[in-house]
């Protein structure tokens, strides 16, 4: 009788199930990662506005500079990943976006890739000169002040647009425009020209034509009106009489901004004899009419005063001796001077002598 061998039996390998764990372990600890990068919030503002700010042209590592410039991102590594993950470093796109608090990766990544942007509320007001303006709209757009000082100095281009360096400023209608910080200079000129002829409406047209003014002649006077009344507005219209009825006297405007305007000194508080001699056409002191342009960007306010001034026979005007800002109005020389030498007592009592 044949005896049966006894053959040890095999172990089951424990080798496939702790692979099977370690592959669960990994595949679960890479989805939350994953998740981690895509989803968790990875953006904290601490409350403040936050903007990241693309120039024109820039690189993919600018770009990211520029978003951890605002020390705004929680994970920086994290953020790298999923840029690269989104193919943000081949879809840069220039200019203003907003950072939201609590975004994710993917949020930001998502509205920097897209170009997005934040469009901003573009003001400007007490302006007097050119480059004033080129430096106010250069501090919140991308352009320069050289680049749009250039412009605003170009003869042969302003005159496509229907202006020249005496008036261009007359172009900007102080208002809030929303604008994207990339514009170019030329863009902006085009919008503030655009916004311009949508503020002369056909009732403001025929209002200047009824003076006997064209559109620059009322932004020309209406600067004055600004500087003499740059306080109360509701004083405009009587101001803005007295000088329309000088114009159609004939008389000398004899404004005292337009002096100190010419002289370039803007300090001067008190105008002397030394200063109504200073040869300039913007001296109305010295040249009938207006002067060649405005001698600052109008108001809205100061304009419209033009437009529907008071009716009254007022010829002159000086300041009042209770420096309240205000001003006291005459129909004849005599009585202006009284006023006047009212107002010259009080300044010499308050020791202002220039």
């Known amino acids: ?41 990875n953006v904290d503002t601490k409350g403040k506005e936050t903007y990241v700010y693309i120039p024109t042209g820039a690189t993919y590592e600018q770009a990211m500079a520029a978003v951890e410039a605002t020390k705004s991102i929680i994970d920086p590594l994290s953020f790298h990943f ?31 890739r897209l170009g997005e942007q934040t469009p901003l509320n573009l003001t400007f007001n007490n302006i007097r000169l050119r480059s004033q303006l080129a430096e ?103 101001v803005a009489g007295v000088y329309l009825n000088r114009l159609k006297r004939g008389m000398l405007l004899q404004a005292d901004p337009t002096v100190v305007f010419s002289v370039g000194d803007f300090s001067i508080r008190r105008v002397l004899n030394v200063h109504l001699q200073h040869d300039s056409p913007y001296n109305t002191y010295k040249y009938k009419g207006l002067p060649p342009g405005p001698i600052n960007v109008p108001t809205i306010s100061a304009i419209d005063a033009v437009l529907n001034p008071e009716q009254h026979n007022y010829l002159y005007f000086c300041a009042k001796d209770d420096f309240s800002g205000y001003h006291a109005f005459a129909t004849t020389e005599s009585e202006h001077l009284a006023n006047a030498r009212r107002f010259h007592k009080a300044m010499n009592e308050r020791n202002i002598m220039k």
């Not at 199930?17 to 895509?38: D, E, K, N, R, T």
């Not at 200047?208 to 306080?231: C, F, M, N, P, Y």
């Open 136 to 238: 106010r709209l250069a501090s919140e757009l991308e352009p320069g002040v050289a680049e749009i000082d250039s412009l605003l100095n170009d003869q042969a281009y302003l005159e496509t647009l229907g202006f020249d360096t005496t008036t261009v400023v007359a172009m900007f209608i102080p208002n809030t425009y929303e604008v994207y910080w990339t514009t170019t200079a030329t863009g902006l000129m085009e919008r503030m020209k655009a916004e311009y002829d949508k503020f002369w409406t056909a009732e403001r047209k025929a209002k200047a034509d009824k003076l006997g003014l064209s559109q620059k002649e009322v932004s020309t006077l209406a600067s004055i009106v600004q500087a003499e009344q740059a306080r109360h507005a509701d004083e405009r219209p009587r």
């Open 1 to 41: 009788m044949t005896k049966k061998v006894a053959y040890p039996r095999k172990k089951k390998s424990n080798l496939i199930p702790g692979l099977v764990v370690l592959f669960l372990f990994l595949f679960v600890s890479f989805s939350y990662y994953a998740y981690q990068i895509v989803y968790t919030p």
């Open 82 to 112: 999923m840029a690269k993950l989104m193919d943000y470093d081949k879809l840069v796109k220039p200019g203003r976006y907003k950072v939201e608090n609590g975004w994710s990766n993917r949020q930001l990544i998502g509205v920097l």
